[in-house]
């Protein structure tokens, strides 16, 4: 009697293989097409190369400014007046992951993966943005770093930079509008709404 048990456990067993396998081979797998070429660790040419061809109206997906438009939706700033009509995005521009300007306002993305925070690198490309663009207001930068669990950068990235209450501030002053986003909440749910 026990024996038989067995015998019908491990018949189950193997129709249940069967079947699995037929499913991975009509598509039900976690087999992505991406990984195969590149490194899912890989933050440059993977990740923000792909957030970025999402990004730029101009991209090959003939959607023009509708990801763009949705990702600023999920970003939920209300001071930050971006003309997305006239973005203009860039992949590693001078080491800046994703940058997108409107010619006046500024869009900053530091994307991290697994990859820790560089030395002064916050304040490092705001400064960059600050130099090529005289006459900048906070409210013409957006600061978004993007991770997969973090909540700001770190201050060995922020050199003497502090964040508070979604702002940057230089020596007490206001610089920067900051925005912490991870790739669970906002970036899945951005996807899914494009």
Not at 12 to 21: I, T
Not at 62 to 67: D, T
Not at 111 to 138: P, S
Not at 151 to 161: A, C, H, R
């Amino acid at each position: 009697m026990l024996d038989e048990k067995y015998v019908d456990f491990f018949e189950e067993l193997n129709k249940f293989k069967e079947k699995q396998q037929k499913q991975k081979e009509r598509g039900l797998n976690d087999y992505n097409l991406l990984t195969t070429v590149l490194n899912e660790y890989d933050e440059v040419r993977l990740h923000s190369r792909v957030i970025g061809s999402l990004l730029d109206i101009n991209g090959l997906h003939y959607q023009k400014e509708l990801f763009l438009e949705k990702f600023m939706e999920i970003l939920k700033i209300t001071e930050f007046e971006f003309n997305i009509e006239e973005s203009n995005l860039f992949l590693e521009y001078q080491n800046i992951d994703l940058y997108l300007t409107d010619g006046i306002k500024h869009i900053i993305i530091e994307n991290k993966i697994f990859a820790g925070d560089q030395d002064n690198q916050i304040r490092r490309y705001y400064e960059i943005i600050k130099n090529e663009n005289k006459g900048l207001k906070y409210d013409d930068i957006l600061v978004i770093y993007l991770s997969i669990d973090r909540l700001q950068p770190s201050k060995y990235s922020l050199g003497n930079l502090i964040i508070e209450d979604n702002y940057i501030f230089d020596n007490g002053e206001k610089i920067a509008i900051f925005k912490n986003i991870n790739y669970t909440n906002e970036i899945l749910n951005w996807l899914d709404n494009c």
